[in-house]
């Protein structure tokens, strides 16, 4: 199932990238970069990197310009995971491009690749979440708080594995067919934001 298969993935870039635990270290992708992995280990490391550039950024002893410097990082990151999503997007297109459309067929409430998204931050949340129901320095009462938080998560990881597969499978049958949109976000463009086109 691709779920499965896009997930541990997503694990590898989560493990590795907690060796070092630092926004600020070198990225290398283990997959070619003609396949699907490449894709999506890439996409994983950025929501990781983002995940901790949002703690850092909550520090009240932060200094007010590395803040704003890290919130430039941060808009950055967003772009990026976008184009990422859109890339795994196109995977999908070309993959199922051959397939025949039913003339019952319906379009999804999201692509395959922004579900994929809400998978690898799931697997995000996961990690952390096992890591605070592990601790060996919290209360019980915090420990069995984030055990339960943690069985609520796997579920939702179960649900949306399973989602994803059957969309996949109901796009290959023709009984669901894709539709992409590209995002068109604007605050980072010069001509759209007025933030922005009033300094040019």
Same mark, same amino acid.
């Given at each position: 199932?691709?779920?499965?298969?896009?997930?541990?993935?997503?694990?590898? =870039?989560?493990? !590795? +990238?907690?060796?070092?635990?630092?926004?600020?270290?070198?990225?290398?992708?283990?997959?070619?970069?003609?396949?699907?992995?490449?894709? /999506?280990?890439? #996409?994983?490391?950025?929501?990781?990197?983002?995940?901790? +550039?949002?703690?850092?950024?909550? %520090?009240?002893?932060?200094?007010?310009?590395a803040?704003? !410097?890290?919130?430039?990082?941060?808009?950055a990151?967003?772009? %990026?995971?976008?184009?990422?999503?859109?890339?795994?997007? =196109?995977?999908?297109?070309?993959?199922?491009? =051959?397939?025949?459309?039913?003339? !019952?067929?319906?379009?999804? !409430?999201?692509?395959?690749?922004?579900?994929?998204?809400?998978? =690898?931050? @799931?697997? /995000?949340?996961?990690?952390?979440?096992?890591?605070?129901?592990?601790r060996?320095?919290?209360?019980?009462?915090?420990?069995?708080?984030?055990?339960?938080? @943690?069985?609520v /998560? /796997?579920?939702? #990881? #179960?649900?949306?594995?399973?989602?994803?597969?059957?969309?996949? +499978?109901d796009?290959?049958?023709?009984?669901?067919?894709?539709?992409? +949109?590209?995002?068109?976000?604007?605050?980072?463009? %010069?001509?759209m934001?007025?933030?922005?086109?009033?300094?040019?």
């Open positions: 199932m691709f779920s499965e298969f896009a997930f541990k993935i997503f694990e590898q =870039s989560i493990d !590795t +990238y907690h060796i070092k635990d630092d926004v600020n270290q070198s990225f290398e992708n283990p997959f070619p970069a003609d396949e699907i992995a490449h894709l /999506l280990y890439r #996409k994983n490391w950025i929501d990781t990197v983002q995940w901790h +550039y949002e703690d850092i950024i909550r %520090d009240p002893q932060i200094d007010p310009v803040a704003l !410097t890290l919130k430039r990082k941060i808009d990151s967003n772009q %990026d995971r976008t184009d990422l999503v859109e890339y795994i997007d =196109s995977y999908f297109l070309n993959k199922y491009q =051959s397939a025949q459309t039913k003339n !019952t067929a319906t379009i999804n !409430t999201e692509s395959p690749a922004w579900a994929i998204d809400r998978l =690898s931050i @799931l697997a /995000l949340k996961i990690y952390h979440m096992r890591e605070e129901a592990t060996t320095d919290a209360e019980s009462s915090h420990i069995a708080t984030c055990q339960q938080k @943690l069985n /998560l /796997l579920e939702q #990881k #179960k649900d949306l594995s399973e989602a994803i597969d059957q969309l996949l +499978y796009i290959e049958e023709g009984n669901k067919y894709m539709k992409v +949109y590209k995002q068109m976000k604007m605050y980072n463009d %010069d001509e934001n007025p933030v922005l086109r009033g300094q040019k």
